[in-house]
Nanobody, 120 residues
Framework: VQLQASGGGLVQAGESLTLSCAAS????????VGWHRQAPGKQRELVARVLSHGSKTYADSVKGRFTISRDDAKNTVYLQMNSLRSEDSAVYSC???????????????WGHGTQVTVSA
């Protein structure tokens, strides 16, 4: 199983970006998926998470600006980021809990990060 994060880039404050986290390989089911970010000198933080049944949670700092969604047919989770601020600049990584067979447990997988840079 592999997770591929993409969609990062350089934008100006107030602009938008959409990140994608795509799972590939031998997958039976994708459970909870979260987007995390880490800025230089700061601890990694959970930005948004979506559970398998669709329940979503967000960090206070991104509520109302970021939207997480999932397309189970594509094994992909998206993070729509609007009204970006300079403090949103960080490396964004996705983490997913994935079952590779019907009666197997869920393993934890991380995708490589994608850089988001917001210029003031």
């Amino acid at each position: 199983v592999q997770l591929q994060a993409s969609g990062g880039g350089l934008v100006q404050a107030g602009e938008s970006l959409t990140l994608s986290c795509a799972a590939s390989g031998s997958i039976f089911n994708v459970g909870a998926v979260g987007w995390h970010r880490q800025a230089p000198g700061k601890q990694r933080e959970l930005v948004a998470r979506v559970l398998s049944h669709g329940s979503k949670t967000y960090a206070d700092s991104v509520k109302g600006r970021f939207t997480i969604s999932r397309d189970d047919a594509k094994n992909t989770v998206y993070l729509q980021m609007n009204s970006l601020r300079s403090e949103d600049s960080a490396v964004y990584s996705c983490r997913a809990f994935i079952a590779v067979r019907e009666r197997g447990g869920y393993g934890e997988y991380w995708g490589h990060g994608t850089q988001v840079t917001v210029s003031a």
